[in-house]
């Protein structure tokens, strides 16, 4: 696809010279804001009282989200999505390990960046949290009933999944965009081609993939775009529900050093995305089914993982079927892209713009309507700037990022690198009000910020940056939120909190949606795992070749059995351990000594496996590693391991 574009290449040497000033000396010097009384108060959750909202946030590079209470900070939980977990054996255990199966094997740990809570008429409701993961395609969903992760599915046709994963109003669909293209032949094959025929060979895809009502996932359609790097995305709402923005870089179209290369074009675009549009040519089998392997892992009622392979996905080409994609030229390198609680309005954070601009969505009709185009790449009509352009944001601070808005008429921006939020009024894009940050804010996050009805009370900026906020930890500081009331005229800064990983992107939402339907304990006779144990009775331990299944169950304190022969060097024994305890807070864990496979720790009511595979011979013990009585060192065993061939048989017992 080539590029029918004028180029305007003599703006790129200013912000890279800004850029490089800052990275030789550093942030600018700031002064340290010491809490008031007041912002103390405003912060403080007494001992026993609960948060007035739960926060999500992503954990980066560790591939999980991190749950906090806000205004607390307090870190209540960390939900394991695409990385394995040392705190409750997910992906270790063999209910879960499918979960972390892509077409590239199993990959154990992943790179998170975006959490979105599900929406039911613009409004976040509380039913599952999506969150995507930039390095192997992929997007799950978790519920928060039991902050688990029930699916994940791979993206096809993409490279680092990074404009992901937004919801539309309704749900109906999560959005993705692909932020490397690749080569891709007609039969979208990753080719074995030249890089430096990036210009020639390499294509981008935007996907939707439709979530039912059960919130199962399954990828409608994707979209063949030109070989830009597409960043973020947000749905439309209200007047612009049907439609999906996605910013774009590179459209210089570079395959090395970008950081000049792609920063010559003095505007790049957001792609505007007629969704309902492209979903029912989807849905009257236009397109094409292609080429496009990926894995599928969901839960199923027993609690248990599967994985299926899906060969194909359905493909749109803009260029053959109009009125999909328009281009909305963006200054310059837009990073985030934010639609407003209205719908009316798309602000973009054009990293290395010196203003922000704000489309207007009627303005963006009205030119598709009047066909103002300035030109078209690779088929997609680009759209006359002047004739969508709602204002530019003047001064905005440097580097700006993410906008969220506060559903009383204002948006905020991050400025990266300049460490500040800008605070500005929608309509008339003046900017009325900054409060530094301390340092270089990423994402900002509101409560609902970027659904139709902001709970606009508080602000949380995501800062990359830690450096001296807290005690020192060696060469590795956890990341930095700082909480921010925006409750008046003026923001002030309330509470500094670390946050591990790298939180891209966070959601809130207040408490109660939440935790009304929290689930406190699995009810043993709804346990529907093939290898239960409901009572002590049924326990047992059954030889099957060279695989050895204990079915062990564990109450306070002790496991049934807890004393077991007859398993011999080279056999495979399957620990399906049911936690019988029917009370909240109740785990019991399981660690067998030589266990490659890791530990559990199971929840009331469910049943886990753990597998050994034992090299030795000799006596050799497992006990609980939760802490779950008085009596919990009590609450060990025994396995015995004669040697290969042996003819010890499978003898087991508590108590005898
Ligand atoms: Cu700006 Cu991955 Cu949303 Cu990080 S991204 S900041
Ligand atoms: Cu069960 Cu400790």
Same mark, same amino acid.
């Given at each position: ?77 960390? /939900?394991?999505?695409?990385?394995? @977990? ?6 270790? @255990? ?8 892509? #077409?590239?094997?199993? &990959? ?44 994940? /599915? ?12 937004? &919801? ?42 439709? &979530? ?5 996932? *399954? ?33 210089? +179209? ?5 950081? /000049? ?71 310059? *390198? ?38 103002? %185009? ?44 300049? @460490? ?10 003046? $900017? ?50 700082? =909480?921010?009331?925006? #409750? ?6 309330? =509470? ?17 949606? /939440? @935790? ?35 079915? =062990? ?36 864990? %399981? ?25 030795? $011979? ?17 609450? +060990? ?20």
């Amino acid at each position: 696809m080539k590029l029918k574009m004028k180029k305007n290449t003599w703006i790129w040497g200013l912000p890279v010279f800004v850029i490089l000033t800052i990275i030789l000396y550093g942030c600018p010097t700031e002064k340290r804001l010491s809490g008031t009384g007041d912002a103390a108060e405003k912060v403080y959750v007494a001992p026993g009282e609960h948060d007035e909202f739960y926060g999500f946030f992503s954990g980066g590079y560790n591939g999980q989200v991190g749950v906090y209470g806000l205004p607390s900070g307090r870190h209540l939980y960390t /939900i394991p999505v695409f990385s394995q @977990s040392p705190t409750n054996g997910y992906g270790y @255990s063999e209910e879960t390990k499918p979960m972390l199966n892509t #077409s590239h094997g199993f &990959v154990p740990w992943g790179d998170a960046h975006h959490t979105e809570l599900s929406q039911t008429d613009g409004v976040p409701d509380g039913r599952w949290l999506f969150i995507n993961e930039n390095n192997t395609p992929r997007i799950a969903r978790i519920d928060l009933k039991e902050f688990d992760t029930h699916e994940i /599915i791979e993206i096809p046709n993409s490279a680092g999944n990074h404009a992901s994963s937004f &919801v539309t109003p309704n749900t109906e669909y999560v959005s993705a965009g692909t932020r490397f293209s690749i080569p891709m032949d007609d039969k979208l094959q990753n080719e074995d081609v030249s890089i430096k025929s990036y210009k020639d060979n390499f294509k981008g895809t935007l996907s939707f993939i439709k &979530v039912g009502n059960d919130g199962h996932m *399954s990828i409608d359609f994707q979209i063949l775009v030109p070989g830009f790097d597409y960043d973020l995305s947000h749905a439309g709402k209200g007047p612009s529900n049907g439609w999906a923005f996605f910013t774009s870089y590179n459209s210089e +179209q570079a395959n090395t050093l970008l950081e /000049i290369n792609a920063s010559k074009n003095d505007k790049d675009f957001i792609a505007a995305v007629n969704w309902k549009k492209a979903a029912q040519y989807a849905a009257d089998g236009k397109g094409a089914m292609m080429p496009g392997k990926h894995v599928h892992n969901w839960v199923d009622e027993a609690g248990i993982a599967h994985s299926e392979t899906i060969d194909q996905v359905r493909v749109l080409d803009p260029s053959k079927l109009p009125g999909i994609i328009y281009y909305l030229p963006t200054p310059k *390198s837009p990073h985030g892209v934010d639609v407003t609680p209205d719908g009316k309005y798309i602000a973009a954070g054009g990293k290395l713009s010196t203003i922000i601009p704000v489309h207007s969505f009627a303005k963006m009709i009205k030119a598709i309507d009047e066909k103002k %185009f300035e030109g078209e790449v690779g088929g997609i009509p680009v759209l006359q700037y002047e004739a969508i352009l709602h204002g530019e944001v003047k001064n905005p601070g440097l580097g700006p990022l993410h906008t969220e808005f506060d559903g009383k008429g204002y948006a905020y921006t991050t400025a990266f690198i300049s @460490s500040e939020i800008v605070k500005w009024d929608i309509e008339s894009t003046k $900017v009325v009000d900054r409060i530094k940050t301390y340092y270089s804010p990423g994402h900002l996050m509101i409560p609902g910020g970027d659904s139709q009805k902001p709970w606009g009370k508080y602000l949380v900026a995501l800062n990359k940056i830690t450096k001296d906020r807290y005690l020192p930890t060696g060469p590795e500081l956890f990341h930095s939120a700082q =909480l921010i009331d925006i #409750s008046g005229d003026k923001m002030k800064l309330l =509470l500094d909190f670390p946050t591990e990983g790298e939180p891209h992107y966070a959601q809130a939402i207040p408490q109660e949606i /939440i @935790s009304k339907n929290s689930v406190r304990f699995y009810k043993l006779d709804n346990n529907k795992n093939p290898y239960k144990t409901t009572s002590e009775a049924d326990a047992k331990v059954v030889r099957k070749g060279n695989d050895v299944h204990v079915y =062990l169950t564990a109450i306070r304190s002790h496991f049934t059995p807890d004393n077991i022969e007859g398993v011999k060097v080279g056999d495979k024994v399957y620990f399906h351990m049911t936690n019988l305890e029917q009370d909240w807070d109740i785990p019991h864990g %399981f660690a067998m000594k030589g266990a490659n496979t890791g530990e559990l720790l199971v929840m009331p009511g469910q049943t886990r496996t753990l597998v050994w595979e034992p090299k030795e $011979v000799g006596v050799q013990p497992f006990y609980c590693t939760d802490f779950c009585s008085a009596l919990h060192q009590e609450m +060990q065993g025994y396995v015995r391991v004669s040697p290969r061939g042996s003819n010890v048989k499978i003898a087991y017992g508590t108590g005898q």
